[in-house]
């Protein structure tokens, strides 16, 4: 198994959800995956008085893969999305057949030490106003991440949400809620499977998972 890179997504701390501080840990671990898809860190980006980015990362912690969707939203209110598959270069001969499939799939167009990002060839026929206004109604910009279960390595993907308005900047996190059948868990299990469909990748198993690699 990869000792490096999967060792620090599996001992990253828990992070904070809404109301918290910063989800610093997710965030910084998001950081060279941002710049493996050719974008500078949101936290760093600056954006006009009235301009809007969102930034939904699917993955983290014992995940290989990452998931993004982006939006920004000018001053006039126009709507433009794009979303990565963000995944370690290949390591083995063995692992050939996982990178086919997302070869398959997706273009890829950067790659940097320990990440390789591409975009979903399905991304071109995506309607991204109406999926952004789709997330806006499950609470995007109004979130209670404590009523969900906390960021940490079990129970599923984690999702960190990053949200910048003008100057104002906030993000906050939280695990898949699986069968949770609460409003607010239905809710996030929906944005959950907007943005996987957005990204429009999938794979059955992580290079990590098919050998090991120590």
């Not at 760093?44 to 990452?66: H, P």
Request: glycine share 8%; aromatic share 8%.
């Amino acid at each position: 198994m990869r000792s490096g890179l999967i060792a620090l997504l599996m001992l990253l701390p828990l992070a904070a959800g809404a109301g918290d501080s910063l989800p610093t840990d997710l965030l910084q671990s998001s950081a060279d995956p941002a710049r493996a898809a050719q974008l500078t860190p949101l936290q760093e980006t600056q954006l006009g008085a009235a301009a809007k980015e969102v930034r939904i990362w699917i993955g983290f912690y014992n995940m290989a893969e990452l998931k993004l969707v982006r939006f920004q939203v000018d001053d006039a209110g126009q709507v433009q999305g794009e979303s990565f598959f963000i995944y370690p270069p290949m390591a083995a001969a063995a692992e050939q057949p996982y990178y086919d499939l997302i070869a398959g799939q997706c273009r890829a167009f950067n790659r940097t030490q320990d990440w390789e990002a591409c975009r979903s060839d399905k991304a071109a026929a995506v309607h991204w106003d109406s999926a952004y206004k789709a997330l806006q109604s499950l609470g995007l910009w109004q979130p209670d991440a404590s009523k969900l279960p906390p960021p940490g390595p079990k129970g599923g993907p984690t999702v960190l949400v990053e949200l910048r308005s003008g100057d104002s900047y906030q993000a906050y996190a939280f695990n898949d809620p699986g069968a949770d059948k609460s409003p607010r868990g239905q809710q996030a299990a929906k944005l959950i499977a907007i943005v996987d469909g957005l990204v429009g990748v999938s794979t059955d198993q992580a290079p990590e998972e098919m050998e090991d690699r120590d």
